[in-house]
């Protein structure tokens, strides 16, 4: 049964269907069945390679980030301003390590994992510019991320030390 609305949400029109409704008394033929394939198979190509196409170019979008500003800083002071942390920051060119200006900035601008290691003296990365999108608009971006350096140097040289202190300690037991 079908319910078809009318303008009025109480007139309503119910009609049923009937097996004889839905089955065509007319066969299609065999040459008609291989042209509606065909032309199926080629509705499908056609979708498909479109869709292709605009995953790609969806794909080129996303990933086209023009820079505005490259550069780096280093954090001067952190201060807690009400419930807001801020910190403030020399920031540099990161070709030519020219000085360029002194920010201040909110530590939320930095990911959650970032934010908890940022020191006075941190030295950050910071990529401001914006990216187009699939459909052609402009959004803004604006990147912190906390540079992390580990020395191996510094690794090697706490075994070692940690390695003669057991040594020493080992000859007083």
Known sequence: MINVPLK?????????????????????SESESIETESFL?????RISMEYASHKAIAKQANSNFVPIRDCYGVVDD????????????RIYQNT???????IRAPI???KQSDAELLNVGSVFYWKA?????DKGTRVKV???????????????????????????LSIFK
Do not use: C, W
């Open 8 to 28: 009025n949400m109480n007139d309503t029109h119910l009609s049923a269907l009937t097996p004889d409704m839905l089955n065509s008394s007319k066969k299609e």
């Open 41 to 45: 198979l080629e509705k499908f190509k």
């Open 78 to 89: 952190i201060t807690q301003n009400g419930q807001n942390t801020v910190f403030e920051a």
């Open 96 to 102: 030519s390590n020219e000085f360029i200006e002194v």
């Open 108 to 110: 939320s601008a930095f």
């Open 129 to 133: 510019g914006y990216r187009s999108t």
């Open 142 to 168: 604006n990147e912190f991320n906390l540079r992390r350096i580990i020395r191996e140097k510094s690794v090697i040289r706490k075994k070692r030390v940690d390695q003669v202190v057991d040594e020493l």
